[in-house]
Antibody, heavy 122, light 112 residues
């Protein structure tokens, strides 16, 4: 069965950095685009970033552009999110989610991980 | 303020039907059939319930159905069950520059 497992969250000071990972299994990772989304405590869902199945295109929300970098290693079935210059408003549960469409971009998320919590606080 | 507008809460008794609306604009819901609905029980990750307006992924009960009219999409849950109590979020592709997907603020469904 499809599994996505995030890791790398934690407490970091404003201005600091973190690298999140998302280990995938149960499907052909290299065939699908993968997204990062986040949910601040008690709030709704926010799309953060997307990387195409082959890593050829990457997209970011305006709120993280220039600070976050998405990448993937298809040989390791793993997605990453490098987060720099972190701010208080980045505090959230970060989910990785598989795109519904193979070799495309549907912006529909058919499988989600359980999330990893990032807390930005001094 | 979310890009798509959902009612903050809805409620119904077991066996009844409820409908959750999701209102967008001609740049998103009104122009594309890329509306999805997600169910999120407390403390869990979201789960896809409806995609492309009205399609159900394998394993989702047929009590859940989706539709769209103009700039408003709707999720209807018939034969309410206690396990349906959760937050529900709609999303839509948007032709606006990034983000290419927008969400509603979520609707809390209470089964009385």
């Amino acid at each position: 069965q499809v599994q996505l497992v995030e890791s790398g969250g934690g407490v970091v000071q404003p201005g600091g950095s973190l690298r999140l990972s998302c280990a995938a299994s149960g499907f052909t990772f290299s065939d699908y685009g993968i997204h990062w989304l986040r949910q601040a405590p008690g709030k709704g869902l926010e799309w953060v970033s997307f990387i195409r199945y082959d890593g050829s295109n990457k997209y970011y929300a305006d709120s993280v552009k220039g600070r976050f970098t998405i990448s993937r290693d298809n040989s390791k079935n793993t997605l990453y999110l490098q987060m720099n210059s972190l701010r208080g408003e980045d505090t959230a549960l970060y989910y990785c989610a598989k795109d519904l469409a193979a070799a495309g971009t549907s912006y529909c998320f058919d499988y989600w991980g359980q999330g990893t919590l990032v807390t930005v606080s001094s | 303020q979310s890009a798509l507008t959902q009612p903050p809460s809805v409620s119904g008794s077991p066996g009844q039907s409820v409908t959750i609306s999701c209102t967008g604009t001609s740049s998103d819901v009104g122009s594309y059939n890329r509306v999805s609905w997600y169910q999120q029980p407390p403390g869990t990750a979201p789960k896809l319930m409806i995609y492309e307006v009205s399609n159900r992924p394998s394993g989702v009960p047929d009590r859940f159905s989706g539709s769209k009219s103009g700039n408003t999409a709707s999720l209807t849950i018939s034969g309410l069950q206690a396990e349906d109590e959760a937050d529900y979020y709609c999303s839509s592709y948007t032709s606006s520059s990034t983000p290419h997907v927008v969400f509603g603020g979520g609707t809390k469904l209470t089964v009385l």
